[in-house]
Structures are given as structure tokens and as C-alpha cells.
């Protein structure tokens, strides 16, 4: 069964729950949706479009979710929420592009989401070693940071802004096109490998695998065989 049954039950939004201004029913991505996000990704587009995009069209990032055990009773996107003020003269302030979180029986669970751009390549190769790009290592050291800051800080963002049950979140990097690993064994056991050791930390998605899930969530609820 689809999750987020809640606005079909009657029932009011529990009071212990994050707040509902960030309830983002899953259900609610459309073929509208996904058309606009594949003509973007069709186009190559730059991290600058693909987050507006996502920003006005958030139910599509809960399909981050499904690489996680978690959303199956509700999902949550909250975008630019500031973490961290900046100080000034010691460090700039903390505003992660997304975070989102679910809910399933065991709780909840949050997931810091970096955006980066369709345009950009996960690899390098230099002098036949296989690196991450630049793009690639900026993201990761970003959730890094972010990660950290919000484990010690768990606490401000449980009760202040009110992120029920949060901990130490995990993290999702979504950049790039699924193209770049086609007939090239060598990167998708490296990505596959991170994901694998790593995933439960930070996980590595392509636009193409968002924009897939995201199309194939969507036909299943609209046949009704979620």
C-alpha cells in the first residue's frame, strides 16, 4: 500500500509529527512533474535550474526514500532551512539544498539532500586512475559538513524546528546522467561500490535514477497498484 494515506483517513494531522507545512504527500507527483523534471535532465540542465525546479515540485525528492527503509507512513521536504548561522569572520553559515525525512514503524529517519547539476560528470580520469570529479568531491565534502553539524546540533533541530525524531541524518548526492556509466563496467562498479560501503552514510544518485523512480511511482499509483 502507498504511503501518506493520512489525508484520505479524516483524521487530523497527529501533533507529534514534523510540521504539516512540510508534509509532502508522495502520491501527489504527477506526469506534469516528471515531464518537466525529463525535459530538463533531456537537456543536460545546470544544478541552478534542476533546484528551482525541484524546489517548486518537492514531492518528486521523496522518491529519495526509496533507497532507504523508511516514508512508507510519511514524507517531509523542507528546502534552504538554515542549520547554522554564519559567524562572522570564522565560518559561513550552513543552508543544505533539501532536507527531507520519513516515517515508517520503526520512526523517523532525515536525510540531508545536495543538488548538483545534470551537466556535470561523477568521474575523472586522470593518468588512467578514476577519480570523483570536482563536482563530485564539492558535494560530498558539503553533506559531510552538513552531517556533522547536524549530529551536534540534533537536539536545537528536534525542538526548535520541531524535525521529530531527529539523529545523526544520512545524505543523498544527486548529479549527473546514468549515460556516463553506459558501456563503462569499470565506473558502475565504483559507483556501485561507494553506494554499497557508503549508502547508509551518502548515497550517490544520477537525475536519470530520480527521474525514473519518480516515473515509475507515479504510474503505479495512478493504475492503483500501490
Not at 144 to 154: F, G, H, T, V
Request: charged share 20%; proline share 5%.
Amino acid at each position: 500500500m502507498a504511503n501518506n494515506r493520512l489525508l484520505d483517513s479524516g483524521l487530523p494531522y497527529p501533533a507529534d509529527w514534523p510540521p504539516q507545512a512540510y508534509y509532502v504527500p508522495d502520491r501527489s507527483i504527477t506526469s506534469e512533474q516528471v515531464a518537466g523534471l525529463r525535459s530538463l535532465v533531456d537537456r543536460n540542465s545546470a544544478e541552478t535550474a534542476l533546484d528551482q525546479y525541484i524546489h517548486q515540485n518537492q514531492a518528486l525528492l521523496t522518491r529519495c526514500l526509496k533507497y532507504t527503509t523508511t516514508g512508507h507512513h510519511g514524507s517531509w521536504v523542507i528546502p534552504k532551512q538554515a542549520i547554522r548561522p554564519p559567524e562572522a569572520g570564522v565560518a559561513p553559515g550552513l543552508i543544505p539544498d533539501f532536507i527531507v525525512g520519513g516515517k515508517s514503524s520503526d520512526g523517523f529517519a532525515w536525510y540531508v539532500v545536495e543538488l548538483k547539476g545534470s551537466d556535470a560528470s561523477m568521474f575523472s580520469d586522470t593518468d588512467s586512475r578514476l577519480t570523483f570529479s570536482q563536482v563530485v568531491n564539492r558535494g560530498v565534502c558539503q553533506l559531510l559538513e552538513y552531517i556533522d553539524y547536524c549530529a551536534s546540533a540534533q537536539a536545537y533541530l528536534r525542538d526548535t524546528l520541531r524535525l521529530t525524531g531527529f539523529r545523526e541524518p544520512g545524505g543523498f548526492l544527486i548529479v549527473g546522467r546514468g549515460a556516463e556509466f553506459e558501456h563503462n563496467t569499470r565506473r558502475q562498479q565504483l559507483k556501485a561500490a561507494w553506494n554499497r560501503r557508503m549508502g547508509n552514510a551518502i548515497e550517490i544518485r544520477t537525475w536519470d535514477g530520480l527521474l525514473r523512480d519518480s516515473q515509475d511511482w507515479m504510474e503505479k499509483y495512478l493504475t492503483g497498484s500501490e
